[in-house]
């Protein structure tokens, strides 16, 4: 079963009124459990797509299904819940409140939810627990080191339970030892049955994982593919699939 599925999706922007068009038909399915990887150069839509993915800005075509769900057919409300419930979200600069302690910062997703203080609060403890940060709780995000500051942010995103993790570049902004750390700890995550997608730069963490899905120019590519201008694409303008 497929917690997301992506049919067709194009994102297309007026940038000084010139059409830039992001992502070109893409097709892409991630199952439940799945851990994929998604690279590719600057500006081939990598962002965008992760974007689309977490429900953050619509396709301007196409068909995204969320838990069986079309999103384009929920209102803002709607669609803001079910971001809730079924997406977590990691980012390379952690995206921490820097005035809220490490504790107060992972409860948030469950404040939004309007669970009880009480509820929260224990929830919260639990996954700084789970992620090695018992000792940490209290600390400001400026007291922590990046690698702290990111497994608080893996706690942010798992403490709502949600199916699916959205990674964009989560080592990029550590050092070696301490990006493996961090993508041990997602892969743990994994394993327990949450499904992982990450866009990273480092062919050494998407080898790690499930499935790489290769973008250029806003089209998925085989593997190896050679840059657009150089190879003829299909007649319809759409890259190779990715389904699972």
Request: contains cysteine; proline residues 6%.
């Amino acid at each position: 079963m497929n917690v997301l599925s992506l049919t067709g999706i194009c994102r297309s922007y007026d940038q000084g009124g010139t059409r830039v068009d992001a992502l070109r038909g893409v097709d892409l399915a991630v199952a439940e459990g799945e851990a994929v990887a998604i690279m590719g150069p600057s500006g081939s839509g990598k962002s965008t797509l992760l974007g689309i993915m977490g429900c953050l800005e619509p396709a301007t075509s196409g068909s995204y299904l969320l838990a069986g769900q079309d999103v384009s057919q929920l209102l803002p409300a709607a669609l803001a819940d079910l971001r809730g419930r079924f997406l977590g979200f990691v980012f390379q600069s952690f995206n921490l409140l820097p005035r809220l302690t490490a504790l107060e910062n992972v409860e948030l997703p469950l404040l939004y939810a309007r669970m009880p203080v009480r509820q929260r609060r224990q929830a919260a403890r639990d996954m700084l627990a789970a992620v090695g940060l018992a000792d940490r709780m209290d600390h400001l995000p400026s007291q922590l080191s990046g690698g702290q500051q990111q497994r608080v942010a893996i706690a942010r995103a798992l403490v709502n339970r949600p199916r699916l993790i959205l990674a964009d570049e989560p080592t990029g902004a550590l050092d070696t030892a301490t990006g493996r750390e961090i993508l041990s700890l997602l892969r743990q995550v994994n394993a327990r049955g949450t499904a992982l997608v990450v866009v990273t730069h480092d062919p050494a963490i998407a080898a790690q994982l499930d499935r790489c899905i290769h973008l250029r120019d806003g089209r998925v590519v085989p593997a190896g593919f050679p840059p657009v201008e150089d190879a003829p694409m299909p007649a319809d303008g759409h890259g190779a699939t990715a389904m699972a």
